[in-house]
């Protein structure tokens, strides 16, 4: 059971990106000054990160891993894309003045397969499978989507979910005995690409992408009147940044408040995100 929060401090809220982010205790924004974030009482393990971000337009053509940048700025190799007219996780393989190269990551979908049919059925998604190299087991080698038979479809206020079928290049030569579930990796393509257009705000993170600026961690112990620079474990360095981090700290106390001070800021997108998960959490909602 959670312990209430001090009056005006927010608390167990959940991540804007539910359900995919599983916090159930977050404090997450962005720097663009001198500012703080709001304070959240933590107790127990909790993360903390920092990272800079370059937003730009992003156009991309269905079924082409070649995509234009609006502004390409300090965009580089190995940037990940959020965008919605790419998958999660897409990164950038190659840059050649705007025109960027997208890698898609494989994605691993559970299904159901027969000894001797070319079919895997009992798919979640097929979305950008066609023409994706497929292993798993019973797959042999090389082995290909040919088409989506079925489209899996997600379920949601307006429609019933469905299983996917897809028919790939090979049939398969074992399976389980139970019929159960088997997982199969798919290595996609530009296929996955499914979208010709612009996203006006897509957004890349990297360690070529870069901020200018310094944020430290504080504590207060007195429900917020007082705010303490927090440092490392037996007398060490204080705890503040100027380049992104992720880590992790441990809070053995209970209710005592954390926020992040932007101290000196001077270009670039600071994000900052502080977070916790289940009894992790140590608080709940409301007033004391």
Do not use: H
């Amino acid at each position: 059971m959670g312990v209430r929060a001090p009056r005006d401090v927010g608390a167990s809220g959940r991540s804007p990106y539910a359900p995919a982010d599983q916090a159930n205790g977050v404090v997450q924004g962005t720097f663009s000054d001198e500012q703080v974030s709001a304070p959240f009482p933590f107790c127990g393990w909790f993360n903390v990160s920092l990272w800079a971000s370059y937003s730009t337009g992003l156009t991309t053509t269905a079924g082409s891993l070649t995509a234009v940048a609006g502004t390409v700025g300090s965009i580089a190799k190995g940037n990940s894309i959020k965008a919605t007219n790419v998958p999660p996780g897409t990164t950038i393989q190659g840059v050649s003045g705007s025109n960027l190269t997208l890698y898609i990551p494989p994605i691993t979908i559970s299904g159901k397969t027969k000894v001797g049919l070319a079919k895997i059925t009992n798919l979640d998604s097929t979305i950008g499978l066609v023409g994706a190299t497929v292993t798993g087991p019973g797959v042999p080698s090389g082995t290909t989507v040919v088409s989506v038979d079925t489209a899996a479809v997600v379920p949601n206020g307006t429609a019933d979910p469905i299983l996917g079928t897809i028919t790939i290049s090979n049939t398969i030569t074992e399976t389980t005995d139970d019929d159960t579930p088997s997982p199969f990796v798919f290595v996609r393509n530009g296929n996955a690409i499914t979208t010709t257009g612009a996203d006006a705000n897509a957004v890349f993170v990297g360690n070529e992408l870069t901020f200018t600026g310094t944020v430290q961690l504080e504590r207060s112990f007195d429900g917020g009147s007082t705010w303490i620079p927090c440092y490392a474990w037996q007398g060490g360095s204080q705890l503040k940044w100027t380049a992104a981090m992720s880590t992790e700290f441990l809070e053995p106390e209970k209710g005592v408040l954390y926020r992040l001070n932007c101290i000196a800021y001077t270009s670039g997108t600071i994000n900052y995100r502080i977070s916790t998960t289940a009894q992790a959490a140590g608080t709940s909602s409301g007033p004391l």
